[in-house]
């Protein structure tokens, strides 16, 4: 059955025995296929994911250092330039620039929500000594030219600006159209996500960058500035310039300094790279060793095929290390296309994600370039795993004497195996008994075959979980917890009026207050700097909710602390903490916890407004509000909110869960796709490699079946049987093994940005089954081809 | 358990020949390489007769022995089974046919080796219409005792008798054997023949016997010779010995 191809290569090789070697791979080129395929597949993961997880890491790094992302941020109330040279004189600080930040809505045309954003300054001359930006396309603004801005690149994009266009911006009350002469990226807004929100939105939330000079006077703050950015000496402690900083910035209003650690944009790069890290040190190595099993059990079965081929080598003076590097060989040929199809498949992908990269995180390039140290990795994980099979498989054939091997192998006795005790039970037909005594013949192939298809169905039911906890935390976070559709933010805290005058506004059904201050939480030595929410009792919007999904509120004079929060400090429910507010007159009072919640997304600290208005000693103010709309006055809605003086800022919860929804989608949805093929690559390998090995020692015998008159659907049985068991056997074991791998997903992707739920939908699980029933089913149809072909004259022959 | 299609209707009387061959010829290959394995073979056996098929290695013995048992199906010619054309009929019809008349027995015994004596008679006798009980059946070929071994525990010989008791314990009218004694010795040899001829007497199987072995044509009721595909010779044997009889 040799075509011309495999013979002509065989026919060009020197040595008798690589023909051998050439010829007999192409009689099992479907399986050594299969096994190929399962070595790509985790060579492709590990090149993906280390790769991207270098590259991502280089990118980051070195863009990071070319435009000189800061360290550290100050940001105050006000403070006037002078006190620059002050911070530049702290122990520790190596570069310092100072700016005006200010939140803003951008009235974009043909976008009837207001799109929430900050604009920053821009030094009047020269490049800032920190935080530079990237531009893309035009220019920096002109000293002197007050009207002029540049955009952040995605957003631009996003709305089809072109250099010229105008976009009207409120900027503390007062509307002004800016001319765009530029659009830029910087690492400040790698993730470029609005404060408060969970994903990105190109459309909605935007940065702009305008001289110094403008954006003072737009925002009324004429020489000085209201955020500090500094770069660090190499090695000098950050907690020690933070605190340094706190101290000569407190009488500037200062709400306190804070690291990379807890910039938003560095913290979801961050979380992606460690995630990216999990599955790099978690995936290859499963494929890995189940293509080692593969090779070691399709060498050993072949070597079974050929003792006595082995007995004539040995008889004709090979020797038995020859033997053993003749099917060694045998694996490295099938290891270097694995290799090969690993390589180039998951360059190629790894490049597609690169894009995806690029587009996603707004990297103005990305090195990726694989590192000679994933290659060498790579090759040196498939020579272990591989040649560690073959050495195992050839090892066997070595120890065989020449003369035994010659001989016929003796029929296979099942006498003392697992099973003989069978005969006791009259349920089964004989077919069934041979089935079983099949399997517990070779109780160490059939628990192969059963882990290798329960890790299959696992792989699958993990990468499925993370679209449940994906789920669970939309349904969390949007549906239970922020149930608003808008939630506004003010300039500065006002009184209730504004809420009353918001409530008022056309399309707003409900509208619910919020105080938001910053604080310092501290227990037991330890401190925690958050955000202080105070809603009212019964809040129907925005609500914390504990794990059974029930509102929680804090009892009169007490505080409520998410897990994320409280955990670092020690907190546990009834203790008392201290709180010190980092805004305004900085009042410190101490409060006892009330109760600790888990959240998904975010966290949350939370207090009666009364009670924090008080002990902020000031009267009923808001800093903002939730509102509940009709969907069908949004627009006219939209169109106020543009237009009111007061509002700094407006996010839009229902485009949020959108975006997340289509992420998720999108993302999510391309990633287990890619899981499912790797997954259903490990099916197919061990299905229809047990399935062709078990085809092989069984031809004879299932011939003699037909011979006997059993029909093709009978023969069929015992040949299938076998595999239908072990891979229903396998999919409890697999769901097991999947919620498993769920769990250390769930524990090891959480991060404190947000916590996958341990979630896993009912449905998962058939999905899952359904798919490796599929393919084991396909897997063993491929061989049942073979059946129709069986000899039976050809069978009587021959003794085995 | 499968396809059951209707079974080959037969004529159970004894007057009418149980193989009648015209004309049967099976050719292997192509071109060059082209194999004429039988070259229009002739022949009717009546039903109830012990008959031993003679001829060198090549003489188409097998091959006539496969096309008779539905294992496979002549180039040309026709064979009919209790006067039922068996040349046109499906895989499937040829299926049922092995299944529902015919006893196999080979040179080298093809028991299941994960099944024990008894489990290997069940087999067969689970799919068959009118089975004897596997115990009865192993006792005619005298292993009731042994019928709870695996063939890895059996001597040659003895798994040359379960094969046999698998095939007479669906009672089958045609007991088709290729070189049943090839492997066995003498002794052994005439043990298998003994039984064979017990399924002859006591169910009336029509038995077909290939043998290198001249001396076993001794106990036949007809000796059939082939040479280079074709019926050399077809004689009654007026006085057939008992298997006990013979000796090689």
Known sequence: MMTRPARDIAAALPARLDRKMVRDLWAIRLQALAIALVVAAGVAVLVVSAGMLDSLRETRDAYYDRYRFADVWAPVVRAPDSVADAIQHLDGVARVETRVRQPALFDMPGLSAPASGLILSLPETGLPSVNRIHLTEGRRPRPGQREEIVLLDGFARAHGLAIGDRVTTTIRGGREAFRVVGFALAPEFVYAIAPGQIVPDDRLFGVGWMGREALEQAADSDGAFNEAALILQPGAGERRVIDALDRLLAPWGAPGAYGRADHISDAFVSSEINQLGTMASLLPPVFLLVAAFLVNVVLTRLIAMERAQIGLLKAFGYYSRDVVWHYTKFALVIGALGLALGLGGGTWLGRLMAAMYIEYYHFPFLLFDLPASVYAGAFAVTLLAVGGGAMLAGLRAARLSPAEAMRPSPPPDYSRALGAALARWKRFDQQSRMILRHTLRWPGRAGFTLAGVAVSVGLLASSMYFLDATRAMIDAHFYLSNRQDVTVSLVEPRPRAALHAMARLPGVLAAEPVRHAPARLHFAGHEERIALTGAPTGAHLSRLIDSRGEPVTPPPGSIILSRDIAAPLGVSPGDRIDVEITEGNRPVFSIPVANVVTTLIGSGALMEIGDLNQVLGEDALISGAWLRIDPDRADTLYAELKNAPAIAGVSLETEAREQFETLMDEGMGTSIYIYTIFAGMIAVGVVYNSVRISFSEREHELAVLRVLGFTRGEVAYVLLGEIALLTLIALPVGCLLGAGLSWYFAEAMSSDLFRLPYIINPATYGYTALVVLIVALSSGLMVRARLNRLDMVAALKTGD | ?248
Request: glycine share 10%; charged share 25%; aromatic share 4%.
């Open chain 2, 1 to 248: 358990m499968g396809e059951t299609p209707p079974s080959v209707p037969t004529d159970q009387g004894h007057d009418r020949a149980c193989f009648q061959t015209r004309g049967l010829t099976r050719v292997f290959g192509e071109g060059t390489t082209q194999v004429r394995a039988l070259r229009g073979v002739d022949l009717t056996i009546p039903s109830g007769e012990v008959v031993v098929l003679l001829g060198a290695s090549g003489s188409g013995k097998s091959t006539l022995l496969n096309i008779l048992g539905g294992l496979d199906r002549a180039t040309d010619g026709a064979f009919e089974f209790r006067g039922r054309d068996m040349t046109t009929i499906t895989d499937t019809a040829l299926t049922r046919f092995r299944r529902d008349h015919v006893g196999f027995v080979f040179q080298f015994y093809n028991l299941m080796p994960s099944l024990t004596a008894r489990e290997n008679v069940e087999l067969v006798t689970e799919i068959a219409a009118d089975p004897m009980p596997a115990l009865e059946a192993l006792d005619l070929v005298g292993l009731a005792e042994r019928a709870d071994h695996f063939p890895a525990e059996m001597s040659g010989g003895e798994q040359q008798r379960v094969a046999i008791a698998r095939a007479i314990a669906k009672r089958p009218e045609v007991m088709l054997c290729d070189e049943p004694t090839g492997a066995l010795d003498s002794a052994t040899g005439v043990r298998v023949l003994q039984a064979l001829k017990r399924v002859n007497r006591d169910l009336g199987s029509t038995v077909l016997l290939i043998t290198h072995n001249a001396g076993v044509a001794a106990m036949a009721d007809r000796v059939i010779t082939l040479a280079d595909g074709e019926v050399r010779e077809s004689r009654r044997n007026e006085h057939p010995v008992e298997p006990e009889a013979l000796s090689w």
